[in-house]
T-cell receptor, first 114, second 113 residues
Framework: GAVVSQHPSWVICKSGTSVKIECRSL??????MFWYRQFPKQSLMLMAT?????????EQGVEKDKFLINHASLTLSTLTVTSAHPEDSSFYIC??????????FGPGTRLTVL | SQKIEQNSEALNIQEGKTATLTCNYT??????LQWYRQDPGRGPVFLLL???NEKEKRKERLKVTFDTTLKQSLFHITASQPADSATYLC????????????WGLGTSLAVNP
């Protein structure tokens, strides 16, 4: 149980295009989902907290107009990287939180912007 | 500001030995602490949670201790196996409804056969 999927697992896009990443909790519901970014040999960096039915809360320094988050249901959150640039290339990971002290992570999405 | 430090160097041990990883923190009073395993190119996998009022937790070959006075957690893997090779992350959680975690950089563990 407690499986979280992400799609796609990897994506390569041209600079200036937008990329959407989906995060789904497959066998449980989560009112809260988190989006992280991880650069090589660095720890997880929280980008935003996504609550179902409300606007996402972004961490300091994360542009909300560039990283659009939609949490339309208790099992789905999406992250759209708009007008992607090479510096946005990273490993994006989501987590779903069914209870206060629990987070289940997706397998991650490797984004490469050319 | 809050800070978490894990073993800065990678840990190399022989199969069958006990691996001990440390997590030290400052400027924070967590309500709980979690340990995760992360393999290359994959998301973290939850291993153990220990709360501020608990001293020790065990799960199969894993043991976690939590000393809120020293502001330190130790993570032990007994009878280590090559399959235990991965990066291990510690994360601190706060009280109340805030579900955000504060993450350490992780310690890379290599278990040699």
């Amino acid at each position: 149980g407690a499986v979280v999927s992400q799609h796609p697992s990897w994506v390569i896009c041209k600079s200036g295009t937008s990329v959407k990443i989906e995060c789904r909790s497959l066998d449980f519901q989560a009112t809260t989902m988190f989006w992280y970014r991880q650069f090589p040999k660095q720890s997880l960096m929280l980008m935003a907290t996504s609550n179902e039915g409300s606007k996402a809360t972004y961490e300091q320094g994360v542009e909300k107009d560039k990283f659009l988050i939609n949490h339309a249901s208790l099992t789905l959150s999406t992250l759209t990287v708009t007008s992607a640039h090479p510096e946005d290339s990273s490993f994006y990971i989501c987590s779903a939180s069914p209870t206060r002290d629990t987070q289940y992570f997706g397998p991650g999405t490797r984004l490469t912007v050319l | 500001s809050q800070k978490i430090e894990q073993n800065s160097e990678a840990l190399n041990i022989q199969e069958g030995k006990t691996a001990t990883l440390t997590c030290n923190y400052t400027n924070y009073s967590p309500a709980y602490l979690q340990w995760y395993r992360q393999d290359p190119g994959r998301g973290p996998v939850f291993l153990l949670l220990i709360r501020e009022n608990e001293k020790e937790k065990r799960k199969e070959r894993l043991k976690v201790t939590f000393d809120t006075t020293l502001k330190q957690s130790l993570f032990h893997i007994t009878a280590s196996q090559p399959a235990d090779s991965a990066t291990y992350l510690c994360a601190l959680g706060g009280a109340g409804n805030n579900r955000k975690l504060i993450w350490g950089l992780g310690t890379s563990l290599a278990v040699n056969p």
